[in-house]
């Protein structure tokens, strides 16, 4: 069975001292689609139990799979063992996938880690798959020319409008569509804020916002080996 890595963030407050963590529904619906198709471990720069983002949880208290998710024994003995960055070998992995929530903006992004990380399942032409604010923990990772992996290929990831409406500007240090760009990626959308989008560009798998977080989950079952 190949093996998944899902990497939380260890953030619990943005740029304001707003309360923030990982994003509930893009770890659960993502986990649900992959678990019959892979072993998943969980990861975050400080390792076990990172902080959730409260407001997800109030969001998406009606939604099934999302309480499934808090309450499942597993998880939460995942949660519990869940590594430090520092100690992943990539090579116990076919894939690496970052939940998003405000937290990846704050920590991931500049976590020379976590860059090197990527970089190690990027050169190593393993998948790398982000959604919603998640791409931003991709966007100091880089190629074996020491290029952007966003340089030259199509992404999508939280939107500026999006990053509008909620309110949410000045809570992280920058917007990620605009970052995105500014690496040399051609960012795409979906036709309206908040509907799914899921970009595949090689093994560079990335999805827009929460409604997208099924999809991405389903886009990285068939990208892993044997499928």
Not at 48 to 61: G, T
Not at 166 to 194: M, R, T
Not at 215 to 226: D, N, Q, R, T, Y
């Amino acid at each position: 069975m190949p093996s998944v890595l899902f990497v939380f963030t260890s953030a619990d407050k943005t740029l304001t001292g707003a309360g923030t963590g990982w994003y509930l529904p893009e770890a659960a619906h993502p986990y649900y689609k992959l678990a019959p198709h892979a072993n998943i471990d969980f990861a975050s720069p400080n390792g076990p139990n990172p902080p959730i983002d409260q407001s997800s949880v109030e969001a998406f208290s009606k939604d099934d799979e999302s309480q499934k998710f808090l309450n499942d024994e597993t998880v939460k003995a995942k949660f519990a063992n869940a590594k430090r960055l520092a100690d992943v070998d990539v090579k116990d992995y076919d894939a690496i996938y970052y939940v998003g929530g405000h937290g990846p903006v704050i920590d991931l992004a500049t976590d020379p880690v976590n860059a090197k990380l990527i970089s190690q399942f990027w050169t190593a032409n393993k998948i790398v798959a982000a959604v919603c604010h998640g791409p931003a923990a991709l966007t100091s990772a880089v190629d074996a020319n020491g290029k952007s992996i966003f340089a030259g290929r199509t992404a999508t990831g939280f939107s500026n409008d999006e990053e509008v409406q909620a309110g949410k500007v000045k809570d992280v240090p920058f917007l990620l569509e605009d970052k995105i760009k500014q690496l040399g990626g051609n960012y795409v959308k979906a036709d309206k804020p908040w509907a799914e989008k899921v970009v595949v560009d090689g093994h560079l798998i990335t999805g827009q916002n929460p409604a997208s977080a099924a999809g991405i989950g389903e886009a990285i079952v068939k990208a892993l080996p044997h499928n």
